[in-house]
């Protein structure tokens, strides 16, 4: 179940992040509530749940982000059908996204920030020449970086990993003399702290439910 005060709860947030939820946890129903509560922003991982999902809410104003490991063999199922893609981490899953996508993609560019603990994302070593190829693809809109904090961390730790994200970007903006405005990181229990470091998308799953206790 939705927590009640969701509409406060997602009002608390400030007005240059957005939230979006991440529904895994969500069947249509628990999406209906809550998008009747002001949110359009919802973000899947898993192909087999999104399409369903995306089905049902077809024709309405709902922006589809897709924040998963995205396989290349289902690529093709979900490509023309999200809005955002939070998860580019590979140069197979780039070309596929240029030869499949009928309009250009906003896409992040996963990070992995901490490499021995997060197996998935570009490693930091890599992500230079990662975006000096990415960047050769019209159809990919690059607009950021996304990442996941290690579970389990510390609170000052979790604010160096993401300020770490936020230093990789400024370098890469440098570099390339490009913009990449978002940064999609922090999640239900570490979204507060990565806000400080600077994020502009929160992908909130657990705490937009009743059951969730801190
Ligand atoms: C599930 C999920 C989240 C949200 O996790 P919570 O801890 O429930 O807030 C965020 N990002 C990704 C990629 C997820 O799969």
Same mark, same amino acid.
């Given at each position: 179940?939705?927590?009640? #005060?969701?509409?406060?709860?997602?009002?608390?947030?400030? /007005? /240059?992040?957005? +939230?979006?939820?991440?529904?895994?946890?969500?069947?249509?129903?628990?999406?209906?509530?809550?998008?009747?509560?002001?949110?359009?922003?919802?973000?899947?991982? &898993?192909?087999?749940?999104?399409?369903?999902?995306?089905?049902?809410?077809?024709?309405?104003?709902? &922006?589809? @982000?897709?924040?998963?490991?995205?396989?290349?063999?289902?690529?093709?199922?979900? +490509?023309?059908?999200?809005?955002? +893609?939070?998860?580019?981490?590979?140069?197979?899953?780039?070309?596929? $996204?240029?030869? $499949?996508?009928?309009?250009?993609?906003?896409? *992040?560019?996963?990070?992995?920030? /901490? !490499?021995?603990?997060?197996?998935?994302?570009?490693?930091?070593? #890599?992500? =230079?020449?990662?975006?000096?190829?990415? *960047?050769?693809?019209?159809?990919?809109?690059?607009?950021? *970086?996304?990442?996941?904090?290690?579970?389990?961390?510390? !609170?000052?730790?979790? @604010?160096?990993?993401?300020?770490? +994200?936020?230093?990789?970007?400024?370098? *890469? =903006?440098?570099?390339?003399?490009?913009?990449?405005?978002?940064?999609?990181?922090?999640?239900?229990?570490?979204?507060?702290?990565?806000? !400080?470091?600077?994020?502009?998308?929160? &992908?909130?799953?657990?705490?937009?439910? =009743?059951?969730?206790?801190?």
């Amino acid at each position: 179940m939705i927590r009640k #005060d969701i509409k406060s709860f997602a009002k608390s947030i400030p /007005n /240059n992040v957005k +939230l979006v939820v991440a529904s895994k946890y969500y069947d249509v129903n628990d999406i209906s509530v809550l998008m009747q509560s002001g949110i359009k922003d919802f973000g899947e991982n &898993r192909v087999d749940s999104f399409l369903p999902k995306y089905d049902y809410f077809k024709g309405s104003d709902i &922006r589809w @982000h897709f924040i998963g490991h995205l396989q290349r063999n289902k690529a093709k199922k979900v +490509l023309n059908k999200i809005d955002f +893609l939070h998860s580019l981490d590979s140069l197979e899953l780039a070309k596929m $996204i240029n030869e $499949i996508r009928e309009k250009e993609l906003p896409t *992040l560019i996963e990070v992995s920030v /901490n !490499e021995e603990e997060n197996k998935n994302g570009v490693k930091i070593a #890599d992500l =230079e020449e990662f975006v000096e190829e990415v *960047l050769k693809y019209p159809k990919i809109k690059l607009i950021g *970086l996304m990442m996941m904090a290690i579970d389990g961390s510390s !609170e000052e730790s979790l @604010h160096h990993q993401f300020a770490e +994200l936020r230093n990789v970007r400024d370098k *890469l =903006e440098k570099k390339f003399s490009i913009k990449l405005p978002e940064l999609s990181m922090g999640m239900s229990h570490d979204y507060k702290i990565a806000i !400080e470091e600077g994020a502009t998308m929160i &992908r909130l799953g657990h705490i937009v439910s =009743e059951e969730y206790k801190n």
